[in-house]
């Protein structure tokens, strides 16, 4: 049985669907498919019912899941064990803005407990750059946000946060319950300075075209609606501030925490470090 195989069995079980299961390993769905039959034939024993409703562990795949993932992890740490006998355990996170999240402080208490002997180093990013530094090597997993071009990279998503208008406390519109975007129409916002990911600047501008002063960090945000009654989105669980407020966007759609690494990238600190991101974040 090779680790290799039990690995696509694992994300088969994880999604639940061949497809998603495909492109997560960054492989088509016919010889996913077939190792997965292989696997049946070397175990003696259907492992997923397949019906036109989706994909379920059988009883035995579920028996088999269990340890396929107590043998990943094993394997995982013999490579990092090795990687620091070596003197190549470290691990570069690069974290968007300024995080207080109470998963990130939960992650790094988690990922301390599995590997004591790696030295992580952090890099914080402002919010002109989404993917932290990864497309100019300067860090190995990035910590961040979707949307942005995700070519070349492999992205998991860990949760979603709902979104809302980030207003000065006495503008009219902060005495609402809460809003939609045609109801910022007209009004200025803040914007990334140019050449920042179009994705991630169509996010954040509400999906238009916008006008308004250039910022790239979150205080920089905060202090343009303060000082000039700009409007923006921010997260709506982020305390904003004095003088500021935060109204419930009710036709956008939430905003992704993601793990993002460069897809060719086989280093098992990485892994290990969106396993167990994976985790804390969905408990």
Not at 6 to 29: C, D, I, K, P, T
Not at 119 to 148: H, I, M, N, Q
Not at 163 to 186: F, I
Request: aromatic share 6%.
């Amino acid at each position: 049985m090779e680790l290799r195989t039990l690995r696509y069995f694992v994300a088969v079980a994880e999604e639940l669907h061949f497809g998603r299961a495909a492109s997560r390993l960054h492989m088509s769905q016919p010889p996913l498919s077939r190792a997965i039959k292989q696997l049946e034939t070397e175990v003696g024993a259907l492992l997923f019912d397949r019906s036109p409703a989706g994909v379920a562990l059988t009883a035995v795949g579920a028996v088999l899941l269990e340890e396929a993932r107590a043998l990943l992890d094993q394997a995982e740490r013999v490579r990092v064990r090795v990687a620091g006998a070596a003197g190549a355990a470290t691990l570069t996170v690069g974290i968007l803005g300024d995080s207080a999240d109470p998963d990130v402080t939960r992650l790094a208490a988690a990922y301390r407990r599995r590997h004591p002997r790696v030295e992580v180093r952090v890099r914080g990013t402002d919010l002109t750059d989404p993917t932290c530094g990864l497309r100019a090597g300067l860090v190995d997993v990035a910590l961040t946000r979707a949307p942005f071009d995700g070519t070349g990279l492999t992205v998991r998503a860990l949760r979603a946060d709902p979104v809302g208008a980030l207003l000065r406390a006495d503008d009219p519109l902060a005495r609402h319950g809460s809003l939609e975007l045609a109801d910022l129409a007209g009004r200025h916002w803040f914007r990334f300075p140019p050449g920042t990911d179009p994705a991630w600047q169509s996010y954040w501008s509400g999906g238009e075209p916008r006008e308004g002063p250039v910022v790239r960090a979150v205080q920089e945000c905060r202090q343009a609606v303060l000082w000039n009654g700009t409007v923006g989105m921010t997260l709506l669980d982020h305390e904003p501030g004095e003088g500021l407020t935060v109204v419930p966007l009710r036709d956008m759609p939430p905003s992704p925490v993601v793990a993002a690494w460069n897809a060719r990238d086989t280093n098992p600190l990485i892994r290990s470090f969106v396993r167990i991101a994976t985790t804390v974040y969905q408990d």
